[in-house]
């Protein structure tokens, strides 16, 4: 068996060989382990209080532990950290990156690997609008234990720190970043040592760690093990944070933050609840915060919500940078995308995003009110994710590390077999909240197939009234048309076909540029192309030259920057004289064939409200000239 290597150094942030071991160790507590580090506070409680109290009281707290410690080692540890790390696309992790090094490793690039993609991404958006709310709500919701009178005032205060947390998103996390990892490894310690001291009230709470606990717990209570696996697995949603952020800090500094801090100190913490809870029955309705001394509790709260924050802004930088890698795809129209620092092209806002995000948390915090109702909506999204990643990491297993069939099952089928179960467990909580996420993932998949279905409609009614370029180029080349100083680029996503927008340029200037420039821009399969691939440039004649830009999809594709490659390639131009066209196109619906009409109409709303192509590539936009058409889908 052998595995694939890993790149050594990542383009934004150099990995360990430019900022160092320990500090992207500190870096990966506050950008990784935000959303896993932050479940203590209520996967323990919800998984006792679905019990309903039936059972043995100490016999409950034992399978409920032993079934947290063995869903945090298999999942957690066996799954991602050994084998779900090792899947990188150059680097790159998520699921949109394991969709596409398990479809390039296919003969026919098949679509089902491209469906189980969009279904992952789609479900990794319905679990980033509930992530923000839980975290920061049962943080805040600490105020009925150190103040019991001020509970009527936790969902306001929670809506205030979320309103303030996506206001700030315009501006950027850099300034605040910086302390993210620290706020984190201080949130980890306190989870280690308060654990570690409430142990000591019950030490036998310790023989959890024994499996046979949670299979007897299990068989000895089927009614209720449906209700429980569904809360259990709160403990380990973030699991696939690890995987997603794999680009950021590369698998060293994340492997090591999981075994050498978070994951003795997660064991630690919910052994201290369990032991605590076992002396102290009556507290078992707020666990968490209950245990620490009174002193410590508002100081707790404090710092329970900074960590809840972290977590949340981790999984909306999440999306936002998933939903790039979407739009780079093809999966999704173009959005507006603002970078935030100018040393960095990872920190980036997509206001659009952001509102949507925004719009959602508070609704679902509005709707609920508290964590516990929350957690009923949560889980769904992340386990049907888990599944997926399963799948196509047999396929990576399979294809690409060349592993046996047999050998490639007998790791996945089980891990397998355990996401399905946690998925069924969470599928039980439809009614009850689970449908959120499901709804919410559910709409992205349509916006996403509507998209891409559109897209190759439009792109093939767009090639049945194009010329080729080459009859193009000849035709002009016999009776060629006066000549005006300069360079024109024309922008055609049609490599073989003549570009809309020169034949619009023809029929109304009836002249030609004396440097003509038919520029396609393409997004590789990888997340980042080298500057010595990204160029490909082909002379036709004196006038008119072929230029193929490509971009990974993880890059920002700015055509101005690239066009600074092309000038060491031969092709002289100043960038002053040079003219950008490109067609705008106004889209109609079609009562016959194509789409159904509804979704003609979604396409077209897509489109209207799609960043337009001079931001998206960086284009000066004093030299654009844009003309229309009509076309029909």
């Known amino acids: ?40 506070l209520y996967a323990f409680r919800e998984a006792l209080h679905a019990t309903a109290g039936s059972g043995s009281h100490r016999d409950n707290v034992l399978g409920i532990l032993s079934l947290i410690v063995w869903a945090l080692t298999i999942v957690v540890t066996v799954k991602y950290v050994t084998f779900v790390l090792k899947a990188d696309n150059r680097g790159e992790g998520g699921t949109l990156s394991l ?42 919701e600490g105020i009925q234990v150190v103040a019991p009178a001020l509970s009527d005032w936790i969902v306001p205060i929670t809506l205030t720190i979320i309103a303030v947390l996506f206001f700030v998103q315009r501006f950027g996390t850099g300034g605040v970043a910086s302390v993210f990892g620290p706020v984190m490894a201080l ?67 994340i492997v090591m933050a999981w075994f050498c801090l978070v994951f003795p100190c997660l064991l ?32 707790m709260v404090c710092l329970a919500t900074a960590a809840t924050v972290i977590a949340s802004q981790a999984v909306i930088s999440g999306a936002y940078s998933l939903v ?32 949507f995000l925004f719009i959602f948390v508070v609704a679902l915090v509005l709707y ?13 999204a992340v386990t049907g994710e888990m599944v997926i990643t399963s799948v196509l990491l047999f396929v990576v297993m399979r294809r690409i590390w060349n592993w046996k069939p047999i050998t490639a099952a007998a790791v996945v089928v089980p891990l397998f077999l355990i996401d399905s179960g946690f998925f069924i467990a969470n599928v039980a909580k439809f009614a009850d909240g689970g449908w959120v996420p499901v709804a919410v993932a ?48 024309f922008l055609t996503s049609d490599v073989e076909g003549a570009p809309t927008a020169l034949l619009h340029s023809l029929k109304h200037y009836k002249v030609i540029h004396e440097q003509n420039v038919i520029l396609s821009v393409i997004t590789a399969t990888t997340p980042f192309v080298p500057d010595d691939e990204k160029i490909f440039l082909e002379s036709f004649n004196p006038l008119f030259s072929r230029l193929i830009i490509t971009f990974g999809y993880m890059e920002t594709p700015n055509i101005p920057r690239a066009l600074v490659l092309v000038r060491q390639l031969g092709l002289k131009f100043d960038i002053m004289s040079t003219s950008f066209f490109l067609s705008r196109r106004t889209l109609l619906p079609s009562k016959k064939g194509g789409m159904p009409f509804w979704q003609d109409r979604l396409f077209i709303v897509l ?13 000066p936009s004093g030299r654009v000239v844009e003309l229309g058409l009509q076309t029909t889908i």
């Open 607 to 619: 489109a209207q409200n799609a960043g337009n192509a001079t931001d998206y590539f960086g284009l």
């Open 268 to 299: 630690l913490n919910y052994f201290g609840q369990g032991a605590f809870v076992l002396a102290n029955p009556e507290m078992a309705a707020h666990p968490f915060f209950g245990m620490h001394p009174p002193w410590a509790r508002v100081p």
């Open 99 to 140: 969709m596409t090094l398990a479809r390039q490793s296919l003969a026919g690039r098949p679509v089902w690997v491209l469906v189980l993609g969009v279904a992952g991404a789609s479900l990794f958006l319905g679990d980033a609008i509930i992530t923000p709310a839980i975290s920061v709500l049962s943080a805040v």
């Open 1 to 40: 068996m052998t595995f694939p290597q890993l790149r050594s150094e990542d383009p934004e942030l150099g990995h360990e060989t430019r900022n160092g071991l320990p500090a992207l160790v500190l870096a990966a507590l506050g950008v990784v382990y935000g959303d896993i580090g932050t479940s203590p």
């Open 368 to 380: 609920f009110k508290n964590s516990s109702g929350l957690s009923a909506a949560y889980g769904i």
């Open 442 to 489: 559910s709409t992205m998949g349509l916006i996403m197939y509507t998209w891409m279905a559109g897209r190759r409609l439009l792109i093939a009614r767009t090639r049945a009234d194009e010329i080729p370029l080459a009859s193009i180029i000849d035709r002009l080349a016999q009776k060629r048309p006066p000549t005006v100083p300069g360079t024109a680029i």
């Open 187 to 253: 949130w980890f310690a306190v989870l280690g040592i308060s654990g570690g001291i409430h142990i000591l009230d019950d030490p036998a709470v310790l023989g959890a760690i024994n499996p046979v606990h949670a299979v007897t717990y299990a068989a000895s209570n089927v009614g209720l093990t449906i209700t429980v696996l569904g809360a259990v697995f709160l403990a380990v949603t973030g699991a696939e944070a690890l995987y997603v952020d794999l680009g950021h800090f590369g698998r060293k500094p």
């Open 324 to 355: 790039r890698q979407a739009m780079h795809l093809n999966l999704l129209p173009r959005l507006q995308i603002l970078h935030t620092s100018e040393t960095h092209s990872g920190q980036i806002f997509m206001p659009q995003v952001n509102s």
